[in-house]
């Protein structure tokens, strides 16, 4: 019996590839203009990363990371995320000591054990940016208009942009106790999970799906009504350096962020196109991490795109790659003859395509159909002889002799 993939786990295959090469191709130079490097962090770290950073009350460290024993008795886990990878390594390597300001990105897959359904998957991939060492809300204001400049050069309309503050440890216990009064005489309307984190994450029934909680929620108290001087200045003048850039937003009070290390600054770019999976990116500022995993006291902000939401926003774009050359040939000699003409063309950076076996014309032709070429040029005994051959411009439909010559035949097709 043939074994298939596991499940939530997929394979991209020729065809889609293309499209995830220019979404991560449009990251990198996007990314790059904005100054950020890229940083390659492993798949597996040690779990207690993880705990301590996302927090053990998180439904990602509860129940969604794949955590094993390794042969030598080590607690590891493939990253369900990167930014505590990033900020480990950070640390580990003492980036900071020659500058606390990084500007890193990152590319790659990432594990969840969620259950699986359309932009939800167990291995998914993110592209995600991490700025260290600023606090003052210019950085917010422009790693939003990166991410919004990212989603505007794919061509996206949507998603759009919403940002909320989730304030400091100064402010949110404050509010996390108003929240919990305002919740306490309707605990019987919110779900079960929403009942059992009451106490440790009572900030999770705003954004809970559950009617029941929705209902609970109605008219609840805002953070943004709770925020302490620093962090609703902080607030303002993100919202202030945003409309300078032109980069448009809305304010979501009720957005709460699945893991526990943010601080203030939080957003996510939504849409309403892939149903109930609507963040296609998300992320925000996290100033107390850096420390808490062993690190110097300094803040940080970052996101996290979804490169299978991007590429199911992207469905109807055509991104395959077209050959600029197709020759088919008539005949073992003039097979021959585009034999050597093909591999000479490629080397010039060209990219040609040729019939291996040299099968009939008509097969031929409907490969060259098939692979949609630019060109296409008809080599047979008589062209041989004449050191010339006929070049079709498929899409204009005009047609040139040109010599068997390489130099000459890139001159044409480069125009
Ligand atoms: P996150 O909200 O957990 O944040 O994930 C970011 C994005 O990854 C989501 O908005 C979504 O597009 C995508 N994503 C998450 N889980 C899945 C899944 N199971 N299948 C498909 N796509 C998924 C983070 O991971 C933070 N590290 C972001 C961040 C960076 N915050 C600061 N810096």
């Known amino acids: ?40 962090i492993p798949i597996l770290e040690s779990t207690e990363l993880f705990s301590r950073s996302i927090g053990d009350a998180t439904d990602i460290v509860e129940k969604e990371m794949y955590s094993f024993v390794d042969k030598g008795g080590n607690k590891v886990t493939m990253r369900p995320e ?94 996390r106790e108003a929240l919990k009064g305002f919740l306490l005489g309707r605990i019987e309307l919110l779900c079960e999970d929403c009942v059992r984190r009451y106490e ?3 900030l999770r029934a705003l954004d809970c799906k559950s009617p029941g909680c929705q209902e609970a929620t109605k008219g609840a108290p805002s953070m943004l009504d709770y925020l302490c001087t620093d962090c609703s200045d902080h607030f303002a003048k993100t919202r202030n350096f945003l409309d300078l850039a032109g980069t448009g937003y809305s304010i979501n009070e009720r957005m709460v962020r699945g893991l526990d290390y943010y601080t203030r600054t939080t957003f996510e ?60 040939t008539m005949g073992e000699k003039a097979h021959a003859e585009a034999f050597r003409l093909m591999v000479e063309l490629q080397r010039r950076g060209l990219s040609v395509e040729l019939d291996y076996e040299g099968k009939s014309l008509k097969s031929q032709m409907r490969r060259a159909d098939k692979f949609k070429s630019r060109f296409t040029l008809i080599i047979g005994e008589d062209e041989l002889g004449r050191g010339t051959a006929p070049l079709k411009d498929m899409d204009g439909g005009t047609q040139v002799e040109v010599a068997l010559d390489a130099a000459l035949i890139l001159k044409q097709v480069k125009g």
């Open 269 to 328: 770019m939504v849409t309403g196109l892939l149903g109930s999976q609507s963040a296609v990116a998300a992320g925000g500022r996290y100033d107390g991490l850096i420390s808490e995993l062993g690190g110097p006291q300094l803040p940080g902000i970052g996101f996290a795109i979804g490169v299978e939401r991007v590429a199911l926003l992207l469905a109807e774009k055509d991104f395959s790659r077209r050959p600029e050359l197709f020759i088919a």
């Open 82 to 175: 990167g930014t505590a990878s990033v900020m480990r390594a950070f640390i580990e390597h003492k980036i900071h000591a020659k500058d606390p300001v990084a500007r890193l990105y990152y590319l790659g897959p990432m594990f969840r054990y969620e259950r699986p359904q359309k932009g939800r998957y167990r291995q998914f991939h993110q592209i995600g940016a991490e700025l260290t060492g600023v606090a003052a809300p210019t950085v917010d204001a422009h790693v939003l208009t990166m991410l919004t400049q990212f989603f505007a050069e794919l061509g996206l309309a949507e998603p759009s942009l919403q940002i909320n503050s989730l304030g400091c440890p100064a402010c949110r216990p404050v509010y």
């Open 1 to 40: 019996m043939a074994i298939n993939g596991v499940k939530g786990f997929n394979d991209i295959l020729p065809g889609e590839v293309e499209k995830w090469q220019h979404i991560e191709a449009t990251a990198r130079r996007v990314f790059e203009l904005y100054g950020l490097s890229e940083i390659r």
């Open 200 to 202: 440790t994450n009572p």
